[in-house]
């Protein structure tokens, strides 16, 4: 679950970034300021949001044991996989290396790499599962917060930065006073998720679902019309 992950809220967000024409981006590589212009790296400013680095903080002593237990896992595996590579690494410089032979290695190299990650996926869910938890209330704040920053700087257009092919300096930059709204919206949030909460994701995809059956289901009912 990455981080979790982007979120429908931070993508409506990133909407706000309206392409510019390119008469505004070369007006601004000659030097000349484009008024109404702004930019700013919205995913960049969650992550470095107080709530954030705050949250991250606290997960560490939070989550300590299935970060532990994870470390600890994951040094396990590293060790039983190292002789297996080690030993494929060798054969595989023989004269007249044996391919199938060669080919059993990989084969249990890769399974024993993806069943690992597997199981460090699920020791570590919880930890996911919090930092998407954050991650949402953040961005449920951001929209609100780009907007005031929009109007105090009287900003009309925001641009993300991968909208711009280069900018000659910060002139344009929104990010530290979206950042300083957003760390003044939520200047903390809570790690630990409810009991059977689900990310925005997973919830509007059930929701899509439930809807497609909803659809569905009177079609399947229905009765063909009677004969006269």
């Known amino acids: 679950m990455k981080t979790l ?13 309206t392409v510019v024409a390119p008469a505004a981006v070369s007006a601004q590589t000659s030097g000349t300021i484009v008024p109404g212009l702004g930019v700013a790296d919205l995913e960049g400013i969650v992550m ?20 532990d237990q994870a470390n600890a896992r994951r040094t396990a595996i590293q060790a039983q996989l190292d002789p297996l590579i080690q030993k494929y690494q060798a054969d595989s410089r023989a004269a007249k290396p044996n391919e199938a032979a060669l080919q059993q290695q990989a084969a249990q190299i890769q399974q024993i790499q993806q069943q690992g990650q597997q199981e460090l996926q699920q020791i570590l869910a919880p930890v996911s599962l919090s930092e998407a938890y954050v991650n949402e209330q953040i961005e449920d704040k951001l929209n609100d917060a780009v907007k005031t920053a929009m109007t105090k700087k009287k900003v009309t257009i925001l641009l993300n930065p991968q909208a711009i092919q280069a900018i000659s300096d910060g002139a344009y930059s929104l990010n530290q006073d979206i950042l300083n709204e957003l760390n003044t919206a939520i200047p903390s949030a809570q ?24 659809q569905q289901a009177p079609a399947a009912g229905a009765k063909a019309p009677a004969g006269r």
């Open 5 to 17: 992950f982007k979120s429908a809220a931070l993508a409506s967000t990133l909407a706000l970034a």
């Open 48 to 67: 470095s949001s107080n709530a954030n680095k705050t949250a991250r903080e606290q997960r560490a002593t939070t989550y300590k044991a299935q970060i």
């Open 191 to 214: 790690i630990v998720p409810p009991q059977g909460w689900e990310p925005r994701q997973v919830r509007e995809a059930r929701a899509r679902q439930a809807a497609a059956a909803g």
